[in-house]
């Protein structure tokens, strides 16, 4: 069926770097991508989102980039912080049938190091 | 606007028997999906409702059901339960225009013993 895939799995930077996540899709049709952080024993939060109609969209420290060509996307997260610690997923809106479901990447793990 | 609440949070049983668990959705929203969250498999759909009516279905045996109330309001449940259905249970809502944003609740952590 219709995937995402993410890498990498886990992901080390130093407190300042750059971090960088990608995702690709199988759904051609696909239009709209979103990004979740998880902290530990919390909530999947909602980073950032990109719908196909626009190629990078940027909010502060994050932007997110797509190539509906390519069918990939990636997060971007820059100066990176401590507590930009989590766990990150990507998702795309695929078909299924007839109807349409996120379907999540399978995480990414980010360690900021002081 | 108060966000999604899930109810409850912690659960054990035990083998074969069900259980039923709850999801509020933000005020205004009509669409609830439902997610299976395990270490080994991330987050997996089980199901979407919308106005009541069940809108797709992710690759899970009929033990899994749901359904949703006139309010929005949803439960699913899970009958016959097995130790791998171990896993956290998160329930998120959205407006149901399918391309709007979910917004997650904090989760059912169901045990299995």
């Known amino acids: ?114 | 606007k108060a966000g999604v609440t899930q109810t409850p949070r912690y659960l054990i049983k035990t083998r074969g028997q069900q259980v039923t668990l709850s999801c509020s959705p933000i005020s205004g929203h009509r669409s609830v999906s439902w997610y299976q969250q395990t270490p080994g498999q991330g987050l997996q759909f089980l199901f979407e409702y919308f106005s009541e009516t069940q809108r797709n279905k992710g690759n899970f045996p009929g033990r899994f059901s749901g359904r949703q109330f006139s309010n929005s309001r949803s439960e699913m449940n899970v009958s016959t339960l097995e130790l791998g259905d171990s896993a956290l249970y998160l329930c998120a809502s959205s407006l149901g225009s399918g391309r709007d944003t979910q917004y997650f609740g904090p989760g059912t952590r169901l045990t299995v013993l």
């Open chain 1, 1 to 114: 069926g219709e995937n995402v895939e993410q890498h990498p799995s886990t992901l080390s930077v130093q407190e300042g770097d750059s971090a960088v996540i990608k995702c690709t899709y199988s759904d051609s049709a696909s239009n709209y991508f979103p990004w979740y952080k998880q902290e530990l024993g919390k909530r999947p939060q909602l980073i950032i989102d990109i719908r196909s109609n626009v190629g990078e969209k940027k909010d502060q420290r994050i932007a997110v980039t797509l190539n509906k060509t390519a069918k990939h996307f990636s997060l971007h997260i820059t100066e990176t912080q401590p507590e930009d610690s989590a766990v990150y997923f990507c998702a795309a809106l695929i078909s299924s049938g007839s109807a349409r479901q996120l379907t999540f990447g399978s995480g990414t793990q980010l360690t900021v190091l002081p």
